[in-house]
């Protein structure tokens, strides 16, 4: 699905570094985010608050962690999008995670 949305062959999309899929989903993650914000109505800044602490790493560690127990509102994870949130999920800079212990990046 990803790949043909971006009209990109599989095989090239399998070749994304491990940084870059952290990237595109933490974008994907947002929108999202943004969606769920929009009802009810409230002010841009209280919205963009909401987005921020349902992207920030604690929250997606949280959401990685509950889909590890199993489904979660009737969504659950094929082994193949775990393993490619796994490479995305391991993408930590040179300098390390800026508010998680390195265990929460794993």
Known sequence: ???????????DVARLSPNTLA???D???E??????????????ATQQKRVVA???AEAQA???????EGPVFGFE???SELA?????????GRRGPMRLRKADYA
């Not at 949280?62 to 590890?68: F, I, M, S």
């Not at 949130?85 to 930590?92: F, I, Q, Y």
Request: a positive charge; charged letters at 20%; glycine letters at 10%.
């Open 23 to 25: 990237y595109l989903g």
């Open 54 to 56: 349902g992207v920030r």
């Open 77 to 79: 994870m094929a082994e």
């Open 84 to 92: 490619w949130v796994k490479r995305g999920r391991n993408a930590v």
């Open 62 to 68: 949280y959401a990685l962690e509950r889909l590890g």
């Open 1 to 11: 699905p990803l790949a043909a949305a971006l009209a990109v062959a599989p095989a």
């Open 27 to 29: 974008a994907v993650l």
């Open 31 to 44: 929108l999202f985010w943004r969606g769920r914000t929009l009802w009810p109505p409230t002010k841009l």
